[in-house]
């Protein structure tokens, strides 16, 4: 069904009662909807009306995405017209791309726009963290001292506090 009519699996699934049957079957549906081509499912994306399964397949389309092509999936996140959604595809992708090439993760998220660089910060932050929490801290007083990189730092002085807690503590501001 979902590889013919996506639209008809969409209204199929936004009739299941169960949350994670719901989340599951959207994951199985997206590379269905990939198929149609990253704007068509872009728009499909777009016009899901439930919140929850709209950003759902967000967050499924993302990890898609960058399965598929991590520059393609960077630059996808600026075609949401939603600021919920880009901001649920950024986290995501920096997540999916701070596992595979956490140098380009970094310079990505500092090209993107103030609130998606600081959701793209906090992923980021934690891996660099967990890796080089020097460098961590580095890169993420890089970014300067706007307040909406106050939950990245939080989640650098967490995950950099096990490994070196003086480096933690030199970044609390």
């Given at each position: 069904?979902?590889?013919?009519?996506?639209?008809?699996?969409?209204?199929?699934?936004?009739?299941?009662?169960?949350?994670?049957?719901?989340?599951?079957?959207?994951?199985?549906?997206?590379?269905?909807?990939?198929?149609?081509?990253?704007?068509?499912?872009?728009?499909?994306?777009?016009?899901?009306?439930?919140?929850?399964?709209?950003?759902?397949?967000?967050?499924?389309?993302?990890?898609?995405?960058?399965?598929?092509?991590?520059?393609?999936?960077?630059?996808?996140?600026?075609?949401?017209?939603?600021?919920?959604?880009?901001?649920?595809?950024?986290?995501?992708?920096?997540?999916?791309?701070?596992?595979?090439?956490?140098?380009?993760?970094?310079?990505?998220?500092?090209?993107?726009?103030?609130?998606?660089?600081?959701?793209?910060?906090?992923?980021?932050?934690k891996q660099m963290a967990?890796?080089?929490?020097?460098?961590?801290?580095?890169?993420?007083?890089?970014?300067?001292?706007?307040?909406?990189?106050?939950?990245?730092?939080?989640?650098?002085?967490?995950?950099?506090?096990?490994?070196?807690?003086?480096?933690?503590?030199?970044?609390?501001?």
């Open positions: 069904m979902a590889s013919n009519d996506p639209d008809n699996a969409l209204r199929f699934i936004e009739g299941i009662e169960s949350r994670s049957t719901r989340a599951k079957s959207l994951q199985s549906v997206i590379p269905h909807v990939l198929q149609h081509g990253v704007e068509y499912a872009t728009d499909w994306v777009a016009g899901i009306s439930d919140d929850e399964l709209r950003l759902g397949s967000v967050r499924n389309l993302a990890r898609e995405l960058h399965r598929l092509d991590a520059d393609q999936a960077g630059s996808w996140v600026d075609s949401l017209p939603d600021p919920d959604a880009q901001r649920e595809a950024t986290i995501v992708i920096a997540e999916q791309w701070g596992r595979t090439d956490l140098e380009t993760a970094a310079a990505w998220a500092t090209t993107l726009p103030r609130e998606n660089r600081a959701a793209a910060a906090g992923s980021i932050a967990r890796l080089d929490p020097e460098q961590a801290a580095i890169w993420l007083n890089s970014l300067g001292t706007d307040p909406s990189l106050d939950r990245a730092r939080r989640t650098f002085i967490t995950e950099a506090a096990g490994k070196t807690p003086q480096v933690a503590l030199e970044n609390v501001y």
